[in-house]
């Protein structure tokens, strides 16, 4: 049950004033910036870093760099006086900087400032505030943060995985799907491609066509490259899973390497520990079940598949599992955040994907309003905000192939929109980032998710509560369809005596979770099929023109808000408050493609007539450019049965029988020259009829306003209250 009270020392976890300019002599005689409050119930204990001026950031290297190295490896003391003498008396056993020295990366380092960043550390008795005022004293220290403890970092999930098992998945006949990629579960992922639903005649709100990301089009594209890596910035990724291990990437300087656990502080990804209870176990699956929807390997007869997980057991984009939550009691010091980025952009990396934010959540009656919290988490994050910086600005750079030169950082929005509404939420909302909310299977926000005009994007998160069904139980609890959430990979690693069937139900290591979690990865696995696609063509861009294809490759879902639907928390009453707050849509797979690829994209809506002109691509109508023909590529796939387009001067009329997409091919002649443009046609239902059919057809027809027909096409699943299954 989501809870609606929070610590209460939230009010001081950040500082809301802007960081003052270093100045030549240190800090001008001001005293340094502090973040975070020492005493809040948040804050990292016997631990704080300190950000220097340039000046003395460059005279503390120099000093270390003549200092007796330790046994352990790990600089104490820092070689200037005064940080020193605070240094000695508290008995600091570590004043270390927070990225390790690299001469590859130190230009880039210099520009965000990151190389300026060092770690305290010293016994967890000793008062952080009496150690923090005292540093902010002292010349050349800039900004004093004391950090978050990392165990209230948290995946940004609702609820445990519900593991799959045979009875939920009954027979639903030869689908579009299926004939896609033989991976038996594909035809279950809704969120990959949506016909619309019939099977449940009893559900609050059924599946509507085309509630999805466009993806088996794309794949006739592009189905990925082992060249493009992805940080799963997570819980740790089980890099055994049969139906990840041939995406899972390995460090070419040491095959047995897959990424690190910053948990622990060693190279062994720990996905074994179990948290909770003997009674209520929590396994380790969101990072699994993330990585799946990015790059679970397709085609290879198992299991689930992966938005660019290739074909095949080759072709697919790289997972590298960077581990910053555990359940280990010896874990979860220092910064385990910004050490992962450091470690995705200094081994190649070029997307960030981040399905985690912070736990805010107690039990000891301490209540915030939604606008207390929003001003308080507008702080600039201090180091995290310069690790952001760093990975967009450094990440693919020291790679002169890359598709991207720099890097995306992708974060969940957060599943807390239900209790605070439209607030700011950090890291998520920090402007560097692509901030990605969650939709239902029917167009609609998702009951948790957050939402605002900081949030960029929208893509499948999953709803148990759109799939809440108009019956009850025998016992009088409330009956959930679950696959109304995400399939994807979970755990299946035998070392781990699992306490959930999930070894039971012949569907061993694949089950669903909702989540502003499962939407990032969907964003993640997209844009990392994009630059696939973007290689495969020879092209590169830099963030920002990357960022821009990425974010207008959608369709849009605003006219969807509408009515109330059904929360945890109660009824929302009126979706219209989600208007304009939740992106520019819901990504589109297909149209990231086209669009890197230049192709102009024609949206017709499946089995209904479109008239289309085409002059506008030719000149516009007073163009002497004549049109001579046009023929399908692939008419198959739209349902037809002749290659040829006829024309009616510069209109052709299109009548798609099936969903799907064909490249048209029209010849011209313009004086005595011949050439040929081509066109992607698409077909697909619940699309919004237009005038011209040139992609603002993307727009979905809401049920509200177009009743959609009935299919049969997913899993049968039915989730009761919060405790028990049945099939």
């Not at 047995?256 to 996905?271: A, V």
């Not at 009674?279 to 990015?294: K, M």
């Not at 890359?402 to 402007?431: C, H, W």
Request: charged share 20%; glycine share 12%.
């Amino acid at each position: 049950m989501k809870k609606l009270l929070l610590l209460c020392g939230l009010l001081a976890v950040f500082a809301c004033t802007e960081e003052p300019a270093d100045s030549a002599g240190g800090n001008g005689g001001r005293k340094a910036r502090v973040l975070g409050s020492p005493t809040s119930r948040l804050a990292l204990r016997g631990s704080l870093s300190v950000k220097l001026s340039p000046e003395t950031a460059q005279a503390v290297a120099a000093a270390q760099a003549q200092l007796p190295a330790t046994r352990s490896g790990v600089a104490t003391r820092s070689g200037v006086g005064g940080i020193d003498a605070i240094l000695h008396e508290i008995d600091a056993g570590r004043f270390e900087r927070v990225v390790a020295y690299n001469p590859e990366w130190e230009d880039v380092y210099e520009q965000t400032g990151i190389n300026r960043w060092y770690t305290i550390a010293f016994d967890d008795e000793i008062q952080l505030s009496e150690v923090g005022e005292r540093l902010a004293a002292l010349p050349g220290v800039a900004v004093v943060e004391y950090g978050i403890d990392p165990r209230y970092i948290r995946p940004m999930s609702e609820g445990p995985a519900v593991p799959a098992s045979e009875g939920m998945f009954p027979r639903v006949g030869e689908t579009r799907a299926a004939k896609a990629m033989n991976d038996p579960m594909l035809p279950f992922q809704w969120n990959y491609d949506n016909p619309g639903g019939g099977l449940f005649p009893d559900v609050a709100v059924k599946p509507e066509a085309g509630a999805d990301i466009d993806l088996l089009d794309a794949w006739q594209l592009c189905t990925g490259s082992e060249e493009v890596i992805v940080a799963v910035i997570d819980e740790p990724v089980q890099t055994t899973h049969p139906d990840l291990r041939a995406n899972i990437w390995s460090n070419p300087k040491n095959s047995q390497e897959h990424g690190y656990n910053f948990w622990d502080d060693t190279p062994e990804l720990d996905w074994k520990s179990v948290g909770g209870d003997d009674r209520n176990p929590e396994y380790a699956d969101h990072g699994t079940h993330v990585a799946g929807v990015i790059a679970a390997v397709n085609n290879n007869g198992r299991g689930v598949c992966g938005i660019a997980g290739g074909r095949s057991n080759s072709g697919g984009v790289r997972i590298m599992s960077c581990q910053i939550m555990g359940n280990s009691t010896t874990g979860g010091k220092g910064n385990p955040t910004v050490k992962a980025f450091e470690y995705a952009w200094t081994n190649g990396a070029i997307i960030a994907q981040n399905s985690w934010g912070y736990n805010l959540e107690t039990a000891d009656g301490t209540k915030i309003t939604p606008e207390e919290f929003e001003r308080e988490w507008k702080s600039n994050y201090g180091i995290m905000r310069d690790a952001i910086d760093t990975f967009v600005r450094g990440a693919g750079t020291r790679n002169p192939n890359s598709p991207l030169q720099g890097g995306l950082v992708i974060f969940a929005a957060g599943n807390e929109g239900d209790v605070y509404g439209d607030v700011r939420i950090y890291p998520a909302a920090y402007d560097p980032v692509i901030a990605v909310g969650a939709m239902d299977w029917s167009f609609r926000p998702a009951y948790y998710t957050d939402y605002g005009p900081w949030v960029d994007i929208a893509a499948p998160g999953g709803d148990r509560y759109s799939g809440k069904t108009t019956r009850t139980a025998s016992d009088g609890r409330t009956v959930f369809y679950s696959n109304a959430q995400i399939l994807s990979t979970i755990l299946c690693d035998d070392a781990i005596a699992y306490q959930d069937g999930r070894k039971d139900g012949g569907m061993y290591g694949y089950g669903f979770m909702q989540g502003t979690s499962m939407a990032c990865p969907h964003v993640s696995g997209v844009a990392a099929l994009g630059l696939a696609y973007a290689a495969q063509n020879g092209k590169k861009y830099t963030p920002a023109e990357f960022k821009a294809l990425l974010l207008s490759s959608v369709y849009g879902i605003d006219d969807c808000f509408a009515g109330s639907k059904d929360g945890e928390l109660g009824p929302i009453a009126d979706m219209a408050v989600y208007k304009n707050k939740m992106g520019g849509g819901c990504i589109d797979a297909l149209k990231l493609l086209f669009a890197v690829k230049g192709t102009p994209a024609v949206y017709v809506r499946t089995g209904e007539p479109v008239t289309v002109d085409f002059a506008r691509y030719f000149g516009g109508d007073r163009s002497r450019v004549a049109l001579t023909a046009a023929s399908f590529v692939s008419p198959g796939n739209l349902g037809l049965s002749s290659s040829k387009a006829e024309f009616d001067g510069t209109k052709i009329t299109f009548d798609c029988p099936e969903p799907g997409t064909s490249m048209l091919r029209i010849s011209a002649v313009s004086g005595d020259t011949e050439f040929v443009r081509e066109f992607a046609v698409v077909s697909r239902a619940g699309l919004a009829p237009t005038a011209d059919g040139f992609d603002r057809l993307s727009s979905p027809v809401c049920p509200a306003a177009v009743p959609c027909g009935a299919a049969v096409f997913l899993p049968l699943l039915i989730y009761i209250g919060s405790i028990g299954f049945i099939g």
